[in-house]
């Protein structure tokens, strides 16, 4: 079992930065890939950024790719969504995700979750 508790939302303006972190609990964590989703209102949850155990392999949604970095602290553990250049349309919850498996091609369905936090983004 692994548990997942987000933190670090909050207001930011366009442009702007924040970081978020996600911390976990239970055993093995540093053999899950971890990741991050977001859901907008009135939008289906989507997928932003995966990391591996390791932290040598990351994946990015297209519509964050420069602008958005994963990182892990393994002696923590602690994973980390660093989001630059933010835009309004980054405004949604965030929520860790936890799995075995790194996302491949298709759709990616992590087996633990957080409770999301806030990331709001204003002009």
């Known amino acids: 079992q692994v548990q997942l508790v987000e933190s670090g939302g909050g207001l930011a303006q366009a442009g702007g930065s924040l970081r978020l972190s996600c911390a976990a609990s239970?055993?093995?964590?540093?053999?899950?890939?971890m990741g991050w989703f977001r859901q907008a209102p009135g939008k289906e949850r989507e997928f932003v950024a995966a990391?591996?155990?390791?932290?040598?392999?990351?994946k990015f949604a297209d519509s964050v790719k420069g602008r958005f970095t994963i990182s892990r602290d393994r002696a923590k553990n602690t994973v980390y969504l660093q989001m630059n250049s933010l835009k309004r349309e980054d405004t949604a919850v965030y929520y860790c995700?936890?799995?075995?498996?790194?996302?491949?091609?298709?759709?990616?369905?992590?087996?633990?979750w957080g409770q999301g936090t806030q990331v709001t983004v204003s002009s």
């Open positions: 995700a936890a799995d075995l498996r790194f996302p491949g091609p298709s759709v990616w369905d992590p087996g633990y």
């Open positions: 239970g055993r093995a964590f540093s053999t899950y890939v």
């Open positions: 990391i591996s155990w390791s932290g040598s392999s990351t």
